[in-house]
T-cell receptor, first 114, second 113 residues
Framework: GENVEQHPSTLSVQEGDSAVIKCTYSDSASNYFPWYKQELGKGPQLIIDIRSNVGEKKDQRIAVTLNKTAKHFSLHITETQPEDSAVYFC?????????????FGTGTLLAVQP | GAGVSQSPSNKVTEKGKDVELRCDPISGHTALYWYRQSLGQGLEFLIYFQGNSAPDKSGLPSDRFSAERTGGSVSTLTIQRTQQEDSAVYLC???????????FGPGTRLTVL
């Protein structure tokens, strides 16, 4: 079955710097990779996703890259702001996308220092 | 439009009592999921409903946990004879069919005394 590993578990950056969070997956058939942001006391919020037919996707200060050969995908946040501070989760579909079920990474606590 | 809603937002109960947690998914979403999140931890999958198919219950931790989805919409997660280790935030999410983003509710924080 699918296994998702996420690194680092904690990340501290200065405001304005970039932050990168990496995830690896095990099932080469996986075809959909979402990223979620969870603020304290709230449910996870989908912030960006990528499908396996593209290598990169951008949305303002957020981008996700996918390397299917190496089976890893990364979240890039540029020009970080204090409001970016949160826990970020990556995910990949269980069964390679044959079902809706997602396997989540263990999360990265991002702290943006003003 | 309205997102996923959950009720209650907080529930405090005594050990041994039964609790029911409710989830209202986004209209039109045929898939519904329940997760559990302990303090500072990741998301633990509990159960998944897809349309009229039999639910995937593979994540339920014990037979004290059950869930229903009535009319393909609202879902209720029931925990019988609650234990202190059941204390956690219970999150519900919904999505369209196929690999797609899941949209989460705000969660129900359950505390078992």
């Amino acid at each position: 079955g699918e296994n998702v590993e996420q690194h680092p578990s904690t990340l501290s950056v200065q405001e304005g710097d970039s932050a990168v969070i990496k995830c690896t997956y095990s099932d080469s058939a996986s075809n959909y990779f979402p990223w979620y942001k969870q603020e304290l006391g709230k449910g996870p919020q989908l912030i960006i996703d990528i499908r396996s037919n593209v290598g990169e996707k951008k949305d303002q200060r957020i981008a996700v890259t996918l390397n299917k050969t190496a089976k890893h995908f990364s979240l890039h946040i540029t020009e970080t702001q204090p409001e970016d501070s949160a826990v970020y989760f990556c995910a990949a579909p269980k069964g390679g996308g044959a079902t809706n079920k997602l396997i989540f990474g263990t999360g990265t606590l991002l702290a943006v220092q003003p | 439009g309205a997102g996923v809603s959950q009720s209650p937002s907080n529930k405090v109960t005594e050990k041994g009592k039964d609790v029911e947690l409710r989830c209202d998914p986004i209209s039109g979403h045929t898939a519904l999921y329940w997760y559990r999140q302990s303090l500072g931890q990741g998301l633990e999958f509990l159960i998944y409903f897809q349309g009229n198919s039999a639910p995937d219950k593979s994540g339920l931790p014990s037979d004290r946990f059950s869930a229903e989805r009535t009319g393909g919409s609202v879902s209720t997660l029931t925990i019988q004879r609650t234990q202190q280790e059941d204390s956690a935030v219970y999150l519900c999410a919904s999505s369209f069919p196929g690999p797609a983003g899941q949209f989460f509710g705000p969660g129900t924080r359950l505390t078992v005394l």
